[in-house]
């Protein structure tokens, strides 16, 4: 897009100064403008935001990403929440494809990106650790979590394009570490309940629950050990009661892949069936599935100790090895990955307490065969913390359509 200047007849024709160029743009109604910028790709925003105030506030404006998707312009996004040492705040950030600048080809300048930092409003406090995340559409949920040794049942969502904030009902059970999930409209949380607040355990289990000791479960549980929250009601639903599982409370990792909640816990992995309303470990599943993982195209990819990628297939069942990658940054304990239009977004500190971030984008192809081969398609540094206390305890990587 290029952005037309006005002149008169009289007017000598030295180069007009960038101050002294009013765009047309700025002569437009306002429903005309947010028309022609929510057509304009998100990475040239941060330059046309310099043009003026008016176009700044056009674009930092909600209504501009629902004109995007009314257009069906929205982009794959990745938000990124940081959050530094012994702090209950996060410090919100963007990645953001640096472009070449008006008037600059693509050959002129390599591509990059950066973690560009969001000013947000003041957001609730975050737990200190224990908290579920799971993104619909645009929107984050955040869901209960450990706050001065104790669970809580709170719940918040936080709707990036205005990064604005509201506070959902409570769950009916306080959790920390539970597993999430997102199947036909209800977004599940199962476990991670707080077992204080149950009154049937056996004597030999602890009275309290904290982080590091570890409570396994084998038969009692609190009756809303599964709820569901209806994202159209906004209202919450004990789910019935699951037969008994062997299962640790504290989850690891919950995603959703061929319409069932799989879930990672310290010993073993499972799949919940919300339509069969069931539970079952899935040792197969369990053989490559790491921390550091995300699903495409309904297909599982993690990566293993020695940093190979392997996907899972859930219809054949199988576990394949992704061919063609070598040298893949960071450590697989450190690593968050994303699904980001069909490519694999990762950011990670290249070692434990790193204050480098780096992100890698990886491109998947399947060829003859049914091989899987990926390609690093950039990989690079995108924020350096100068600060030792702002090394970070937590990573979270957030993929979004705006």
Same mark, same amino acid.
């Given at each position: 897009?290029?952005?037309?200047?006005?002149?008169?007849?009289?007017?000598?024709?030295?180069?007009?100064?960038h101050d002294d160029a009013p765009s047309l743009l700025l002569l437009l109604p306002e429903e005309i403008s947010l028309n022609c910028l929510a057509r304009v790709p998100r990475c040239y925003y941060p330059w046309v935001s310099l043009v003026?105030?008016?176009?700044?506030?056009?674009?930092?404006?909600?209504?501009?990403?629902?004109?995007?998707?009314?257009?069906?312009?929205?982009?794959?996004?990745?938000?990124?929440?940081?959050?530094?040492?012994?702090?209950?705040?996060?410090?919100?950030?963007?990645?953001?494809?640096?472009?070449?600048?008006?008037?600059?080809?693509?050959?002129?300048?390599?591509?990059?990106h950066r973690l560009v930092p969001v000013p947000v409003p003041s957001f609730p406090l975050v737990p200190y650790w224990g908290m579920s995340i799971v993104t619909v559409g645009s929107e984050i949920y955040f869901l209960g979590g450990s706050?001065?040794?104790?669970?809580?049942?709170?719940?918040?969502?936080?709707?990036?394009?205005?990064?604005?904030?509201?506070?959902?009902?409570?769950?009916?059970?306080?959790r920390g570490g539970a597993a999430v999930g997102i199947v036909g409209g209800k977004l599940y949380v199962i476990g991670g309940c707080d077992p204080q607040g149950i009154s049937i355990l056996t004597p030999f289990f602890p009275l309290k629950?904290?982080?590091?000791?570890?409570?396994?479960?084998?038969?009692?549980?609190?009756?809303?050990?599964?709820?569901?929250?209806?994202?159209?009601?906004?209202?919450? %639903?004990?789910?019935?009661?699951? &037969?008994?599982?062997?299962?640790?409370?504290? /989850?690891?990792? =919950?995603? +959703?892949? $061929?319409? !069932?909640?799989?879930?990672?816990?310290?010993?073993?992995?499972?799949?919940?069936?919300?339509? %069969?309303?069931?539970?079952?470990? &899935?040792?197969?599943?369990?053989?490559?599935? /790491?921390?550091? =993982?995300? +699903?495409? $195209?309904? !297909?599982?990819?993690?990566?293993?100790?020695?940093?190979?990628?392997?996907?899972?297939?859930?219809?054949?069942?199988?576990?394949?090895?992704?061919?063609?990658?070598?040298?893949?940054?960071?450590?697989?304990? +450190?690593?968050?990955?994303?699904?980001?239009?069909?490519?694999?977004?990762?950011?990670?500190?290249?070692?434990?307490?790193?204050?480098?971030?780096?992100?890698?984008?990886?491109?998947?192809?399947?060829?003859?065969?049914?091989?899987?081969?990926?390609?690093?398609?950039?990989?690079?540094?995108?924020?350096?913390?100068?600060?030792?206390?702002?090394?970070?305890?937590?990573?979270?990587?957030?993929?979004?359509?705006?």
């Amino acid at each position: 897009m290029q952005l037309s200047t006005l002149t008169s007849s009289s007017e000598s024709p030295k180069k007009l100064h960038h101050d002294d160029a009013p765009s047309l743009l700025l002569l437009l109604p306002e429903e005309i403008s947010l028309n022609c910028l929510a057509r304009v790709p998100r990475c040239y925003y941060p330059w046309v935001s310099l043009v003026s105030t008016t176009l700044r506030r056009l674009i930092a404006s909600p209504e501009i990403y629902t004109k995007r998707s009314a257009l069906h312009r929205t982009e794959d996004v990745l938000c990124v929440a940081l959050r530094p040492y012994g702090r209950r705040t996060l410090q919100w950030y963007t990645l953001n494809l640096i472009k070449p600048t008006f008037g600059q080809q693509e050959s002129e300048v390599a591509v990059k990106h950066r973690l560009v930092p969001v000013p947000v409003p003041s957001f609730p406090l975050v737990p200190y650790w224990g908290m579920s995340i799971v993104t619909v559409g645009s929107e984050i949920y955040f869901l209960g979590g450990s706050v001065d040794d104790s669970f809580v049942s709170t719940a918040f969502v936080i709707d990036c394009p205005s990064y604005t904030c509201r506070s959902l009902p409570n769950m009916k059970q306080e959790r920390g570490g539970a597993a999430v999930g997102i199947v036909g409209g209800k977004l599940y949380v199962i476990g991670g309940c707080d077992p204080q607040g149950i009154s049937i355990l056996t004597p030999f289990f602890p009275l309290k629950w904290r982080k590091n000791r570890v409570l396994h479960w084998r038969c009692s549980r609190s009756p809303n050990w599964v709820e569901a929250f209806d994202l159209k009601t906004q209202t919450w %639903e004990t789910v019935r009661r699951l &037969d008994d599982v062997e299962v640790y409370e504290k /989850t690891i990792r =919950s995603f +959703v892949m $061929d319409g !069932k909640i799989c879930i990672m816990d310290r010993k073993s992995s499972f799949a919940y069936d919300p339509k %069969e309303g069931s539970l079952e470990r &899935d040792l197969l599943l369990n053989k490559q599935w /790491t921390v550091g =993982s995300c +699903v495409v $195209d309904d !297909k599982l990819y993690s990566f293993d100790w020695q940093k190979a990628l392997w996907e899972f297939d859930p219809v054949s069942r199988v576990w394949s090895r992704v061919k063609g990658l070598e040298d893949v940054p960071g450590d697989r304990d +450190v690593t968050k990955m994303a699904n980001c239009g069909g490519k694999i977004a990762i950011l990670c500190n290249v070692e434990k307490c790193s204050t480098e971030i780096w992100y890698t984008e990886i491109g998947l192809e399947r060829r003859e065969g049914g091989e899987v081969w990926g390609t690093i398609l950039w990989s690079g540094l995108v924020l350096f913390l100068r600060k030792l206390e702002n090394v970070l305890e937590q990573l979270c990587l957030i993929k979004m359509k705006i």
